[in-house]
């Protein structure tokens, strides 16, 4: 396990924000000391001038900072310019962004009309083949050379006008010659970043954002991390950072995927703007990220003196591999054992299909319950929190090294409190299991799953935690369990159901996004541990959906790609039978369920 940022700055128990550089999108200001930044991205044609202004001002009125669109080809790319004025019009400054994926010359059209301009080192210059290619020291040096002429060139307009460029890696569209070097992989993200950023650094260019993103919140936060330890060993400015866990999906899953990925990066201070990136309307995005955004920065420090929390190194050393380390309760909890979730309220009998419930509930006499309402023996907890951890309640989990310890947050600052706990459990050389706990105070179920994912998910990704109990006022017993279930899949440890990978979709998008997703869940919702990527276009498929089983990618018009993994089974079906093809599929290789 990679190191998380080790920073001069702040502690594991410790809110500081990363003072990156400012930077300026047109006239509104990113990074620095000024408020962490919410963007959303169009999903109308970009060539509807009308359709684009109107929703701009639906994305603005709740609350955006700046707003994108695609712009595939030059045609959309000078429409910018329309769209620029129609804005204005309605007496709005908000900063545009123009999204360029495979085409050079669309960048170089939208540069000339509005203040930003986001490229993808991944497919700006370098292009994929039909047959793999021999990649010989001299081949990598011509690729190389041409990044240098090309976004050079860029570079230097961008220059003249006072633009600014975000360097967006996406995981999922690395080049050929990134993967072959690096391999498909963070570092891979942080080479393909740090080649474009070197050529604006030779230019004297500073106007600089950089993206690390990825569907999957593992590969998006630990590229994040090291694209900023990178930063620091380079020497080079701490440049405002753009996060966003692409194809997140919509619903309770893509807020959840969302708050683990963003939320935990946010929680070390990393992050000046963020992107929610959600399979609806583009306007539901914002106060998504505005609520996770507000919970993090009103963080309370803990009260202590910091000279007797955690540094980073020690931290470091204490969570690396300790959720395997943790003492195993024999195939129920700790060590190699999936994480588990406990309800603090008893079970329902109730066993159908359709019913989530958690795996254990809180008895008063220190046990756990099974669903049937039995005591199960072998789990026995104790309570305890960073504030409560005394020698007396070492001693005892010493003696009883397979006691759960139930890890309490009392306060506000949920992440630094476990964080802490953990700390001084490990310091005293305790490897019982540990379920994180917290009673969240709101009864509204989209903060309560907001603010628990990026707690929790920052602990699971830090690589510790056996299991977790979370509760909040007024929210069913059913809604806690799926919340805490969809957290341990959106952090990879524990797959409950299919996972849906989709684009939030923009104006590439060939089909009605929102509309097909609903007949694809209908559909396959019942697959547990399947992943099925939805993509609007061939540019968010099948790249970024990666990690997915199957996939459905809009190929052309009213055509449909079918995949399974990256490769293409069935192309240009017909839309109207394409969820059909697509389960004819699952069921030619072997991995259909009958509901």
Same mark, same amino acid.
């Given at each position: 396990?990679?190191?998380?940022?080790?920073? *001069?700055?702040?502690?594991?128990?410790?809110?500081?924000?990363?003072?990156?550089?400012?930077?300026?999108?047109?006239?509104?200001?990113?990074?620095?000391?000024?408020?962490?930044?919410?963007?959303?991205?169009?999903?109308?044609?970009?060539?509807?001038?009308?359709?684009?202004?109107?929703?701009?001002?639906?994305?603005?009125?709740?609350?955006?900072?700046?707003?994108?669109?695609?712009?595939?080809?030059?045609?959309?790319?000078?429409?910018?310019?329309?769209?620029?004025?129609?804005?204005?019009?309605?007496?709005?400054?908000?900063?545009?962004?123009?999204?360029?994926?495979?085409?050079?010359?669309?960048?170089?059209?939208?540069?000339?009309?509005?203040?930003?301009?986001?490229?993808?080192?991944?497919?700006?210059?370098?292009?994929?083949?039909?047959?793999?290619?021999?990649?010989?020291?001299?081949?990598?040096?011509?690729?190389?050379?041409?990044?240098?002429?090309?976004?050079?060139?860029?570079?230097?307009?961008?220059?003249?006008?006072?633009?600014?460029?975000?360097?967006?890696?996406?995981?999922?569209?690395?080049?050929?010659?990134?993967?072959?070097?690096?391999?498909?992989?963070?570092?891979?993200?942080?080479?393909?970043?740090?080649?474009?950023?070197?050529?604006?650094?030779?230019?004297?260019?500073?106007?600089?954002?950089?993206?690390?993103?990825?569907?999957?919140?593992?590969?998006?936060?630990?590229?994040?991390?090291?694209?900023?330890?990178?930063?620091?060993?380079?020497?080079?400015?701490?440049?405002?950072?753009?996060?966003?866990?692409?194809?997140?999906?919509?619903?309770?899953?893509?807020?959840?995927?969302?708050?683990?990925?963003?939320?935990?990066?946010?929680?070390?201070?990393?992050?000046?703007?963020?992107?929610?990136?959600?399979?609806?309307?583009?306007?539901?995005?914002?106060?998504?990220?505005?609520?996770?955004?507000?919970?993090?920065?009103?963080?309370? %420090?803990?009260?202590?003196?910091?000279?007797?929390? %955690?540094?980073?190194?020690?931290?470091?050393?204490?969570?690396?591999?300790?959720?395997?380390?943790?003492?195993?309760?024999?195939?129920?909890?700790?060590?190699?054992?999936?994480?588990?979730?406990?309800?603090?309220?008893?079970?329902?009998?109730?066993?159908?299909?359709?019913?989530?419930?958690?795996?254990?509930?809180?008895?008063?006499?220190?046990?756990?319950?099974?669903?049937?309402?039995?005591?199960?023996?072998?789990?026995?907890?104790?309570?305890?929190?960073?504030?409560?951890?005394?020698?007396?309640?070492?001693?005892?989990?010493?003696?009883?090294?397979?006691?759960?310890?139930?890890?309490?947050?009392?306060?506000?600052?949920?992440?630094?409190?476990?964080?802490?706990?953990? *700390?001084?459990?490990?310091?005293?050389?305790?490897?019982?299991?540990?379920?994180?706990?917290?009673?969240?105070?709101?009864?509204?179920?989209?903060?309560?799953?907001?603010?628990?994912?990026?707690?929790?998910?920052?602990?699971?990704?830090?690589?510790?935690?056996?299991?977790?109990?979370?509760?909040?006022?007024?929210?069913?017993?059913?809604?806690?369990?799926?919340?805490?279930?969809?957290?341990?899949?959106?952090?990879?440890?524990?797959?409950?159901? *299919?996972?849906?990978?989709?684009?939030?979709?923009?104006?590439?998008?060939?089909?009605?996004?929102?509309?097909?997703?609903?007949?694809?869940?209908?559909?396959?919702?019942?697959?547990?541990?399947?992943?099925?990527?939805?993509?609007?276009?061939?540019?968010?498929?099948?790249?970024?959906?990666?990690?997915?089983?199957?996939?459905?990618?809009?190929?052309? %018009?009213?055509?449909?790609?079918?995949?399974?993994?990256?490769?293409?089974?069935?192309?240009?079906?017909?839309?109207?039978?394409?969820?059909?093809?697509?389960?004819?599929?699952?069921?030619?290789?072997?991995?259909?369920?009958?509901?």
């Amino acid at each position: 396990m990679s190191d998380l940022y080790t920073s *001069t700055y702040s502690t594991p128990c410790v809110y500081r924000r990363r003072p990156s550089v400012e930077v300026f999108i047109g006239t509104r200001p990113l990074g620095k000391d000024n408020p962490i930044r919410l963007q959303s991205m169009a999903n109308v044609s970009t060539l509807d001038t009308e359709a684009a202004v109107a929703q701009a001002k639906r994305i603005i009125e709740v609350g955006a900072d700046y707003i994108r669109y695609t712009a595939q080809g030059r045609k959309e790319a000078a429409n910018l310019a329309n769209i620029r004025a129609g804005i204005d019009a309605l007496g709005y400054s908000t900063p545009l962004i123009a999204d360029i994926h495979f085409n050079p010359t669309a960048a170089d059209e939208a540069l000339e009309h509005i203040e930003k301009v986001r490229v993808n080192p991944g497919n700006y210059v370098d292009t994929k083949t039909a047959t793999p290619r021999e990649w010989t020291d001299e081949l990598y040096r011509q690729m190389h050379e041409k990044v240098e002429q090309r976004f050079g060139a860029f570079v230097e307009r961008a220059k003249e006008l006072g633009r600014t460029i975000r360097i967006g890696v996406n995981h999922g569209s690395l080049s050929e010659r990134m993967v072959m070097l690096y391999g498909d992989t963070p570092e891979g993200m942080v080479q393909s970043c740090l080649e474009y950023l070197d050529v604006c650094r030779a230019h004297n260019f500073d106007r600089i954002v950089i993206s690390m993103k990825s569907s999957n919140t593992l590969v998006m936060t630990a590229a994040v991390r090291l694209l900023v330890r990178r930063l620091d060993e380079c020497g080079y400015p701490a440049y405002p950072l753009h996060l966003g866990v692409t194809e997140a999906g919509e619903g309770e899953d893509g807020r959840i995927k969302s708050a683990v990925g963003i939320g935990s990066l946010l929680a070390d201070g990393i992050g000046d703007t963020i992107r929610v990136s959600l399979s609806e309307d583009p306007e539901f995005e914002i106060p998504v990220g505005k609520a996770l955004v507000d919970y993090i920065v009103s963080r309370t %420090p803990l009260g202590l003196a910091e000279e007797v929390l %955690p540094s980073w190194e020690e931290y470091n050393q204490l969570r690396d591999q300790a959720r395997a380390k943790s003492i195993a309760v024999g195939k129920l909890v700790g060590g190699g054992n999936l994480p588990i979730v406990i309800s603090p309220n008893a079970l329902k009998s109730d066993t159908s299909a359709e019913l989530v419930q958690a795996d254990y509930s809180l008895g008063t006499d220190g046990y756990l319950y099974s669903k049937d309402g039995a005591k199960v023996d072998e789990l026995a907890y104790i309570k305890a929190d960073c504030y409560s951890i005394t020698d007396e309640l070492i001693q005892k989990l010493k003696d009883n090294p397979k006691t759960i310890v139930l890890l309490d947050s009392p306060g506000s600052n949920v992440a630094a409190e476990w964080r802490l706990g953990f *700390t001084l459990l490990r310091r005293a050389g305790l490897n019982n299991p540990i379920v994180l706990s917290h009673h969240y105070r709101t009864n509204d179920v989209t903060l309560f799953r907001l603010q628990a994912a990026a707690d929790a998910g920052t602990i699971l990704l830090d690589g510790w935690g056996n299991g977790l109990c979370l509760l909040a006022d007024g929210i069913s017993d059913e809604d806690m369990a799926k919340t805490q279930l969809g957290i341990l899949q959106a952090t990879r440890l524990r797959m409950s159901k *299919t996972e849906f990978i989709s684009c939030p979709g923009c104006g590439r998008t060939l089909y009605n996004l929102q509309e097909t997703i609903a007949r694809v869940k209908a559909a396959t919702s019942h697959l547990k541990g399947l992943k099925i990527g939805i993509m609007g276009c061939i540019v968010n498929g099948p790249g970024e959906m990666a990690d997915a089983d199957y996939g459905y990618v809009g190929a052309a %018009p009213g055509k449909i790609d079918l995949y399974k993994g990256q490769t293409c089974i069935r192309r240009g079906v017909d839309q109207a039978e394409a969820v059909d093809q697509l389960i004819e599929l699952i069921k030619e290789e072997g991995d259909w369920q009958e509901p």
